[in-house]
């Protein structure tokens, strides 16, 4: 990596850094009146991804001092079993965070299992309940990815006021949320997804745009250079490339080469998410709170 692109990267160590500090501070504080925050999460079956992600959850939860919970259920498990465990933790006073890992076996409708966790421990953001929070600008816990893209961009200190915005990708838990999140930033945000690919418009789209987002799931789907000289390039995207090399949505080096920042992957986007993952929970921990 040439050093011009080194002094671009927009590393998310350093975000991630403080808001852990900031996580750990409200842990002390709750345990120093006898709460102990603690993070549950629900794997069914096994997948490898899914097993490396959660690991490195209860890595960074065990280092603010959040306990973390896994249960791990058989593949087979029926819908309403299911759906009793996830209403056995929700009445759990020790349990303040809920997270169900994805993928999960065709036969359980992931919706009706999300939206089956109490908002209030609802640690992803993904219950209707937080999400129409989110979109009202209420208080709620908000999905981390599309949180942790938006932090990333307020900490370039970029003026955000009116700035195109396109993001690439509508999924419920990263393209909508993150609209909704950049539109109260007073930005203009576009979002596209598979039919603004299909009709070749993709490209322009992403050529205007003052801040990209790429949220697709397709390895270095973007080309460098359709980015507008000086733009902000986000890239969600974990994918396997080449050799089994984690790669982004996003082409790294064209893009960098024109973009004022870039977050790199991996070091980008995913480490602030698992940072404001842990934020969420102690943040959960005092909503839980009577009074
Ligand atoms: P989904 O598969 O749920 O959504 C992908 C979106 O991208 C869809 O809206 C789809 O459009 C759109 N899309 C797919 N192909 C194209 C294309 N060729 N052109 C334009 N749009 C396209 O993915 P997620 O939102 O869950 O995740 C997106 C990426 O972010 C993935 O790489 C994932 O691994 C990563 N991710 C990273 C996280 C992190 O912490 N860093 C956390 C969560 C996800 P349509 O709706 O039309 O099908």
Same mark, same amino acid.
């Given at each position: 990596?040439?050093g011009?692109?080194?002094?671009?990267?927009l590393?998310?160590?350093p975000?991630?850094?403080?808001i852990?500090?900031?996580a750990?501070r409200?842990v002390q504080e +709750?345990?120093?009146?006898?709460i102990?925050p603690?993070l549950? !999460?629900?794997? =069914? $079956?096994?997948?490898?991804?899914?097993?490396?992600y959660?690991?490195?959850?209860?890595?960074i939860?065990?280092?603010?001092?959040?306990k973390?919970?896994s249960?791990?259920l058989?593949?087979?498990?029926y819908q309403?079993?299911?759906?009793k465990?996830?209403?056995?933790?929700?009445?759990?006073?020790?349990i303040h965070?809920?997270?169900i890992?994805?993928?999960?076996?065709?036969h359980?409708?992931?919706?009706?299992?999300?939206w089956?966790?109490s908002s209030a421990?609802?640690?992803?953001g993904?219950?209707?309940h937080?999400m129409?929070a989110?979109?009202?600008?209420?208080?709620?816990l908000?999905?981390?990815?599309?949180?942790?893209?938006?932090e990333l961009?307020?900490?370039?200190?970029?003026? +955000?006021?009116?700035?195109?915005?396109v993001?690439?990708g509508r !999924?419920?838990i =990263? $393209?909508?949320?993150?609209?909704?999140?950049?539109l109260?930033?007073n930005?203009?945000?576009?979002?596209?997804h598979s039919?603004?690919s299909?009709?070749g418009?993709?490209?322009s789209?992403?050529?205007?745009?003052?801040?990209?987002?790429?949220?697709?799931?397709?390895?270095?789907f973007?080309?460098?250079s359709?980015?507008?000289?000086?733009?902000?390039?986000?890239?969600?995207?974990?994918?396997e490339?080449e050799?089994?090399k984690?790669?982004g949505?996003?082409?790294?080096?064209?893009?960098?080469?024109?973009?004022s920042y870039?977050?790199?992957?991996?070091?980008g986007?995913g480490?602030?998410?698992?940072?404001l993952?842990m934020?969420?929970?102690v943040?959960?921990v005092y909503?839980q709170?009577?009074?």
């Amino acid at each position: 990596m040439t050093g011009d692109i080194a002094s671009k990267l927009l590393k998310g160590k350093p975000l991630a850094d403080r808001i852990l500090a900031d996580a750990s501070r409200g842990v002390q504080e +709750l345990k120093a009146r006898g709460i102990h925050p603690c993070l549950c !999460s629900i794997e =069914v $079956g096994f997948d490898p991804a899914s097993r490396y992600y959660l690991e490195n959850q209860r890595r960074i939860a065990e280092r603010v001092g959040i306990k973390y919970e896994s249960r791990q259920l058989n593949e087979n498990i029926y819908q309403e079993d299911m759906l009793k465990i996830i209403e056995e933790i929700n009445l759990d006073p020790y349990i303040h965070g809920l997270i169900i890992n994805l993928p999960l076996p065709q036969h359980l409708k992931v919706s009706e299992m999300q939206w089956k966790i109490s908002s209030a421990k609802d640690v992803e953001g993904v219950t209707p309940h937080n999400m129409g929070a989110l979109f009202l600008g209420a208080q709620g816990l908000k999905p981390c990815t599309a949180l942790a893209i938006t932090e990333l961009i307020k900490s370039t200190g970029a003026d +955000l006021n009116g700035k195109e915005v396109v993001i690439i990708g509508r !999924s419920n838990i =990263v $393209g909508k949320p993150v609209s909704i999140l950049l539109l109260a930033e007073n930005t203009t945000p576009t979002i596209c997804h598979s039919y603004t690919s299909r009709m070749g418009k993709l490209e322009s789209h992403v050529a205007r745009a003052d801040i990209v987002v790429a949220a697709l799931g397709v390895p270095e789907f973007v080309k460098g250079s359709w980015i507008k000289e000086g733009a902000i390039v986000i890239d969600a995207g974990i994918n396997e490339g080449e050799n089994g090399k984690m790669v982004g949505d996003v082409e790294f080096e064209a893009a960098a080469a024109r973009a004022s920042y870039i977050t790199p992957v991996p070091g980008g986007v995913g480490s602030v998410t698992t940072a404001l993952l842990m934020k969420n929970t102690v943040d959960a921990v005092y909503m839980q709170q009577p009074g």
